[in-house]
């Protein structure tokens, strides 16, 4: 009798395959499972109805004492640091891509050497070249929790803008801040006092090479419409009529450009100040009576069209040496009309578009 060999360097054809896996679903299905795991475990996956058996098996204890050192982090994937290969789409350049929203609280310095710590929604962003599948946007974060106790100027933004566009290997990069200012703020008349809270973002821009300061600043006020005014008048002149004009909350957002060149910083107090001596009718916090009466006839005193109102702006902002470039969008949320009345103004290339976001004018509502 000869025996001989199998000859396991041959190739084995589909049919013989075929036949063998027919030998193992057999017996499979009439071992045990503990057979079937001695054998192999991923048998189990060969049989009708077990095609999600379980391998390897796992724990669901969560493991608290694991520890997770450097020999184990450097087995971890990585997928967004993965191969050009890993692209999916277009392989091409994105100019901003990072976080937005998250919060912490942050100090401030103030015009009167008073520092506030306030609430602080951060958006950083970097450039991610075309053959860069993504980056590992925890180091934004990581990064702005390394200088969270600093107090915060344009200068500490850039230290930490430097430090996550290292990390991150990107050219340019963007970091956003915006908060709620408070300011307190007297009456007309009454002598009361209450806090004004405005809106306000900082934003550091760096695009080839070249770095931009910008501070933007949401003012409340009240405008009173000229036309009504005049036409209200003549209603009392002419026909003996009470009548009133029409006046509404209204809103300019008011970016610039901080100018570097210039002396003296350019506190957030002051951008408020220059909002204010262009458009003194402000909205008011704590108003009696007499307060009541003096904001009409400050109104009365001042009435103007959304027109008037980017041009008032624009005359406080070419004024000061320490503002460059600068946009003014402003809304005069109508209450005579069903929509609103709005401008925007532009000084220089940095705030220049042709096209505007679809919903720039809605995001200027100011709820109460």
């Known amino acids: 009798m000869n025996l001989h060999a199998p000859d396991f360097d041959r190739e084995p054809t589909r049919s013989e395959a075929e036949a063998a896996l027919a030998v193992l679903r057999r017996w499979a299905g009439e071992a045990s499972a503990d057979e079937v795991a001695t054998l192999d475990p991923t ?7 077990h095609a999600g058996a379980e391998y390897p098996a796992l724990t669901r204890a969560y493991p608290e004492a694991f520890e997770a050192d450097a020999a184990y982090r450097a087995t971890m994937p990585d997928l967004q640091n993965g191969p050009a290969s890993l692209i999916r789409g277009c392989a091409t350049q994105i100019q901003h891509v990072g976080i937005s929203n998250f919060r912490l609280p942050i100090r401030f310095h103030t015009r009167d050497n008073g ?3 306030l609430e602080t929604s951060v958006t950083g962003t970097v450039s991610l070249e075309a053959e ?3 980056i590992n946007m925890s180091r934004i974060m990581r990064t702005f929790y390394k200088h969270a106790n ?3 100027s344009f200068e500490v933004i850039e230290r930490a803008l430097d430090a996550y566009k290292s990390d991150l290997e990107s050219f340019d990069a963007r970091i956003q801040m915006r908060f709620s200012f408070p300011m307190q703020v007297q009456s007309l008349r009454s002598g009361l006092e209450g806090f004004q809270y405005y809106d306000i973002a900082l934003e550091l821009v760096e695009r080839d090479g070249i770095r931009k300061k910008i501070i933007h600043l949401d003012f409340v006020y009240s405008s009173t419409c000229p036309c009504s005014l005049e036409l209200s008048e003549h209603a009392r002149q002419v026909r003996g009529q009470l009548a009133t004009p029409h006046s509404q909350r209204s809103v300019a957002r008011i ?12 506190w957030f ?6 909002a204010r001596a262009a458009v003194p009718t402000e909205t008011q916090v704590m108003v009696k009576r007499e307060d009541e009466q003096a904001f009409a006839e400050l109104n009365a005193a001042n009435p103007i069209f959304v027109e008037d109102a980017a041009r008032l702006f624009c005359e406080q902002l070419k004024a000061d040496p320490r503002v460059g470039d600068f946009r003014i969008v402003a809304s005069h949320q109508e209450s005579l009309h069903s ?7 532009t000084e220089g290339p940095t ?5 505007l976001d679809p919903r720039l004018f809605m995001t200027l509502f100011h709820v109460g």
């Open 43 to 49: 048998v189990a996956a060969l049989l009708p109805g």
């Open 255 to 266: 970016s610039v450009e901080v100018d570097g060149s210039a002396p003296g910083c350019l």
């Open 150 to 152: 600093e107090t915060f």
């Open 269 to 274: 107090e002051d951008l408020i100040d220059m």
């Open 115 to 117: 520092d506030l710590t």
């Open 339 to 345: 929509h609103d009345a709005v401008s925007v103004l």
């Open 132 to 134: 860069k599948k993504g």
């Open 351 to 355: 705030f220049a578009a042709e096209s």
